[in-house]
C-alpha cells in the first residue's frame, strides 16, 4: 500500500470531488456532506501538543515493561527526513508517539508493536539522539538508525527473522526488520507512527536482542531540604520516577513531628514530562529549626515511587532533614580562578534574590597586589534566584599577585538579599590569587653532523612554569625543560611545547629546517657512438663545496658539470664506470656511480641474408647498431604480400617463424622507418633479405 502525506491525500480527494461534479453524480445535499468530510480530515491533521506526541515530551521505557498506548490521536503529519524518502514518496509522523531509552549495555536492539487491531498499518523509525537536539530528527538524517514502513498491516518490529535495517513502504515489504545495534551510554528516540486512520492502540514490548534498556540502578530517596519558613520541603531522588505514581495529596511520605502535616506532593517538571527526580512537599505549619526524618511509605495510590521499569522505593526508607534557623547568607566560597579571569564566581548557601544584586557590579569591591576595577555583576537566575553570582572586572588579571574580593553596600541601597528575604552583612569578603600568565615561546641551537643531526631545545621557566610537554614530528616526546633531541633524517621538523604552571596554560610551535642533507647524483649519456662526446650534469643535493669526478678516461674533473668527453671505440661495446665524490659546507662526503656504454659501430643497417638455424650465428633479422633512432618501424614481407613480421624496438628481432611455424625459404623484403636523433630527420629505407637454413 502506498504512504501518501496528508498533502498528497487532499490531492488525490480534490481530483475524486472533480470528477464527480463534472459527471452529475451527486446530489446537492450529498455534495454538502462530501464537503464537510474533506474540512473534517483536513481538522484532523492537527499539531501534536500531548504528552509523548512529539520528539521533546518521548515516553521513558524499559526494557523489562510492556507499553500499553489504548488509543491513538488523530495529528501529525510532519514530513521526516529518512531513507526512504523520495521525490515521489514524503514520510511523515502520522498520528505518533515517542518513546525514548538509553542503552546500558551494548547489543542488538529487538522489539515488537502489536496494534489492537491487526488490521491496522503501524510503522516505526529508530533515531540516535545522544547529544543532540531531539528536535532535529525533522532534519538531520545522522541521526538515523533503524526503520520499517511497511504498507502491510498488523504486527511490526525488529527481530532475528528480519533482514535489513531499512525497509521502506509499498505492499509486500516484510513487517520485520534486523535488529539494529545500540551503544552503551547512547540516547535513543524510537517513533511509533500510526498510519490507519483510527484512534485504535497497540502494545509495544522489547526483547530478543543482547543489548540492554534496562537502568541497572534502584531507586532511593537522596536528600532533602526545607524552604526558608519550614513550609515546604524539597526531596532529591537518585533517579526519574514516574509522574504518576506519586500521590498528589503526599501520602507517600510522612514527616516524625506532630506540629506539621504534609499535605500537597507535586513532581518537579511533572507538567510537560513523564517523570521527576524530585517532590515539592507543602506542609500546613511551619517547621521550626531542628532535625527531622523524611519516610517513604505507600501513599493512597497503594504504592510508593516507581521508576520507569516499576521498581519502587522500598517502604520505610527514609532521609534526615535539617531545618536551620533563618540567617542572613554568607558570603560562603569563591570557584578557584582560571587563567587570566575577568570574570569572578561567588557561591551562596541560600539562593540569592536576582534583583537585589546590583548591575554595576557596585556590590563588590576587589583590591590586591594591583588595582581592580568591578564593572558588572549577575547572577545565574531561574524563578528570580541564584546561587552564584558573577563578578566581572574591567581587564583579566594576567599578571600574579593576591587578592580579595569585599561586599559592600551597594549604589541600591543594600548589599544582596537571600531568598529568605536576609541581607548579608556587609564587610565579608573573601581571598584569592591570581597566577602568571605562561608563554610557551622557546629558542633552539643546531649542532649539525653527517650522519646526525642533535637541536637543543630550551624554554626559560619563567611565570613559574612546572611543567612541559614536547612534541617532536607528532611522534616522539619529552617532559624535560630543555630536551636535546637527535634526527638522522635531514630537511624540514616540527616541534611543538604546551607549558603550563598549573593554572595558566600555553603552546608554541616552530618548524625547523635542518639543511645538511648530502645526496650526490649525475645524469650522463647512456651510449656514445664513434666520434661522440659524452655530457655529465651533476644532480647532487645539499650545500655542496667540492665535487671530484672520475671519468674513466683518465680525465680529472672538480667543477660540478664537467666539460662533455670523448672515448675511443674498440672492436666491441664497452662499459666505462664513472664516479661523483660531493663535499658539502661542513666537510661530509656522498659518492655516486654510473655507468656508460661505449659503441663501436652506430651505423644502421639491416643484413641481406639470415640463418635461422638456431647454431647462434646470423639467427635472427633486425636493424643493426640503431642506437640513434626513434619512432622506429620495422617490417619484413613475404613474397605473397604478407607482412611476417613488425616492431617498433630494434632490439626485438624476427626468428624466421611466421604464424607460429618456420617461414619459407627464400627472399622477403624488409621496410624501415626512423628519425635519426642526431640530424632530426626522418629516413626511410627497403630492402631484400634471404632466409637460408
Known amino acids: 500500500m502506498l504512504k501518501l502525506s496528508k498533502q498528497s491525500f487532499q490531492t488525490v480527494i480534490n481530483r475524486s470531488l472533480w470528477v464527480i461534479l463534472c459527471k452529475g453524480m451527486i446530489k446537492k445535499i450529498t455534495l454538502i456532506i462530501f464537503l464537510f468530510f474533506l474540512l473534517g480530515f483536513e481538522s484532523t491533521a492537527q499539531t501534536c501538543t500531548a504528552l509523548g506526541q512529539n520528539p521533546q515530551t518521548a515516553f521513558p521505557v524499559c526494557g523489562t515493561t510492556v507499553f500499553s498506548q489504548n488509543s491513538v490521536a488523530i495529528c501529525g503529519d510532519r514530513a521526516l527526513v529518512s531513507p526512504c524518502t523520495t521525490s515521489t514518496v514524503t514520510l511523515t509522523d502520522k498520528n505518533p508517539y515517542w518513546y525514548k531509552f538509553t542503552c546500558y549495555r551494548s547489543g542488538t536492539l529487538g522489539f515488537v508493536i502489536t496494534p489492537n487491531n491487526l488490521n491496522d498499518d503501524y510503522d516505526w523509525q529508530l533515531f540516535d539522539v545522544t547529544g543532540k537536539n531531539p528536535a532535529n530528527i525533522y532534519s538531520d538524517l545522522s541521526m538515523f538508525v533503524a526503520c520499517n514502513w511497511s504498507g502491510e498491516k498488523g504486527t511490526t518490529g525488529a527481530s532475528i527473522a528480519g533482514t535489513s535495517l531499512i525497509l521502506c513502504d509499498g505492499p509486500g515489504v516484510p513487517l520485520f526488520s534486523s535488529m539494529p545495534n545500540i551503544l552503551i551510554g547512547h540516547n535513543y528516540l524510537l517513533l511509533i507512527s500510526h498510519f ?68 500537597s506532593a507535586v513532581g518537579n517538571g511533572c507538567s510537560s514530562s513523564f517523570d521527576t527526580d524530585s517532590i515539592i512537599l507543602t506542609l500546613n505549619n511551619p517547621l521550626p529549626a531542628g532535625s527531622y526524618i523524611i519516610t517513604m511509605q505507600n501513599g493512597i495510590d497503594a504504592n510508593t515511587l516507581l521508576d520507569n521499569c516499576d521498581r519502587f522505593i522500598p517502604v520505610g526508607e527514609n532521609i534526615p532533614l535539617t531545618v536551620y534557623p533563618v540567617q542572613a547568607t554568607p558570603m560562603d566560597s569563591l570557584t578557584k580562578p582560571a587563567c587570566a579571569p575577568q570574570v569572578l564566581e561567588l557561591v551562596f548557601r541560600k539562593p540569592i534574590r536576582c534583583n537585589s544584586i546590583e548591575p554595576g557590579g557596585s556590590d563588590f569591591v576587589v583590591t590586591g597586589t ?101 612534541l617532536f614530528d607528532n611522534q616522539s616526546s619529552s617532559n624535560q625543560q630543555n630536551p636535546s633531541i637527535s634526527y638522522s633524517i635531514f630537511g624540514n621538523h616540527q616541534a611543538q611545547l604546551i607549558v603550563s604552571n598549573g593554572i595558566c596554560k600555553d603552546t608554541s610551535a616552530v618548524s625547523i629546517f635542518l639543511n645538511n642533507t648530502l645526496k650526490a647524483g649525475f645524469e650522463s649519456t647512456l651510449l656514445v657512438c664513434p666520434n661522440d662526446l659524452a655530457f655529465f650534469r651533476d644532480t647532487s643535493i645539499g650545500d655542496i663545496r667540492y665535487w671530484d669526478w672520475n671519468l674513466g678516461n683518465g680525465t680529472p674533473s672538480y667543477v660540478s658539470n664537467p666539460p662533455p668527453q670523448s672515448y675511443l671505440p674498440v672492436g666491441s661495446n664497452y662499459t666505462v664506470p664513472i664516479k661523483l665524490i660531493v663535499e658539502n659546507n ?38 643493426l647498431n640503431a642506437y640513434k633512432a626513434k619512432d622506429l618501424k620495422f617490417s619484413v614481407y613475404n613474397r605473397l604480400g604478407q607482412r611476417v613480421f613488425y616492431s617498433e624496438d630494434w632490439t626485438q628481432k624476427w626468428d624466421g617463424t611466421f604464424n607460429g611455424k618456420k617461414a619459407d625459404l627464400g627472399t622477403y623484403v624488409w621496410m624501415l622507418q626512423y628519425t635519426n636523433t642526431d640530424t632530426n630527420k626522418k629516413v626511410d629505407q627497403k630492402g631484400t633479405v634471404v632466409l637460408l637454413r
Request: hydrophobic content about 35%.
Open 196 to 263: 490507519t486512520d483510527s484512534q485504535s492502540g497497540y502494545s509495544l514490548s522489547f526483547g530478543g536482542g543482547t543489548g540492554s534498556i534496562t537502568d541497572p540502578t534502584d531507586p532511593h530517596l537522596e536528600s532533602a531540604a526545607a524552604a526558608c519558613d519550614g513550609t515546604v520541603v524539597t526531596v532529591k531522588l537518585n533517579k526519574k520516577m514516574k509522574c504518576r505514581t506519586l500521590a498528589f495529596n503526599g501520602s507517600d511520605f510522612s514527616i516524625n513531628t506532630a506540629v506539621t502535616n504534609i499535605i
Open 370 to 470: 594591583y588595582p581592580v576595577t568591578v564593572i558588572s555583576a549577575v547572577g545565574n537566575c531561574v524563578n528570580g534566584v541564584s546561587s552564584k553570582i558573577f563578578v566581572k572586572l574591567s581587564t583579566p588579571l594576567q599578571q600574579a599577585g593576591n587578592f580579595q574580593i569585599k561586599l559592600v553596600t551597594g549604589i541600591d541601597g543594600n548589599t544582596v538579599i537571600d531568598e529568605c528575604g536576609q541581607q548579608t552583612p556587609a564587610g565579608e569578603l573573601l581571598l584569592f590569587s591570581i597566577k602568571d600568565t605562561v608563554n610557551a615561546s622557546f629558542s633552539y641551537a643546531i649542532n649539525l653532523g653527517c650522519e646526525v643531526d642533535v637541536v637543543n631545545y630550551n624554554h626559560s621557566g619563567a611565570n613559574t612554569v612546572n611543567n612541559w610537554t614536547w
Open 586 to 623: 661542513i666537510g661530509c662526503k656522498d659518492t655516486a656511480v654510473g655507468n656508460i656504454t661505449v659503441i663501436w659501430n652506430c651505423y644502421i643497417d639491416v643484413p641481406s641474408a639470415f640463418t635461422p638455424n638456431n647454431d647462434g650465428l646470423n639467427d635472427y633479422l633486425y636493424p
